[in-house]
């Protein structure tokens, strides 16, 4: 059984440090989404930043945006010319995907300040292409109403999780150089 264990040292570690920070990271924000409740419903604060500049970037295209609280008050409405485009909720803030990112690159944890350099840049990276692909969506939407389905289903995961993928690519490859120094 030991000899089991240590053949498969790396994977097994990759796997407990994987699951390990995935459960922590999903907790953090988990606790952050509780202490954020507040006696009215509303979106947190980060899904209402995103939905902001998202709407922010929209009219720097030279669209007449609204961004407002959806009556419910769970999602943000992103309208243009008071036509409604999306309801922009918890779940397209990205802070799940960054979660995810993060999990995996601890998981291939190596030297420190590289790793968290490209935590931080993936992120960055991550928020900024989740910004823009709602944009994307969101224009779409607006131009190309018969899409809307193709672009919400197809599109916009792929946009995010292939951002994610080609990052994780870099980053294994980073490591492995690495490693063999």
């Known amino acids: 059984m030991l000899k089991l264990f240590s053949k498969y040292r790396l994977v097994l570690r990759f796997i407990f440090v994987f699951i390990g920070s995935y459960f922590a990271l999903s907790s953090l924000y988990s606790g952050f989404l509780i202490l954020y409740d507040t006696s009215e419903p509303t979106p947190d604060i980060l899904t209402q930043l995103?939905?902001?500049?998202?709407?922010?970037?929209?009219?720097?295209?030279?669209?007449?945006?609204?961004?407002?609280?959806?009556?419910?008050?769970?999602?943000?409405?992103?309208?243009?010319e008071d036509y409604f485009l999306a309801g922009i909720v918890e779940g397209c803030n990205s802070a799940s995907v960054i979660i995810l990112f993060s999990s995996f690159?601890?998981?291939?944890?190596?030297?420190?300040l590289p790793t968290i350099m490209y935590l931080f840049a993936g992120s960055v990276i991550i928020y900024a292409i989740n910004i823009i692909r709602i944009v994307i969506l969101a224009i779409g939407i607006y131009?190309?109403?018969?899409?809307?389905d193709?672009?919400?289903?197809?599109f916009f995961p792929l946009a995010i999780y292939g951002t994610v993928f080609i990052l994780w690519i870099i980053w294994v490859r980073t490591y492995s150089r690495w490693k063999r120094k």
């Open 50 to 80: 995103v939905a902001r500049q998202s709407g922010s970037l929209m009219e720097s295209f030279g669209y007449e945006v609204d961004v407002v609280m959806h009556y419910t008050g769970l999602s943000m409405k992103l309208m243009v």
């Open 105 to 112: 690159i601890l998981a291939f944890f190596s030297k420190p």
């Open 150 to 154: 193709f672009l919400h289903t197809i």
């Open 143 to 148: 131009e190309y109403p018969k899409y809307a």
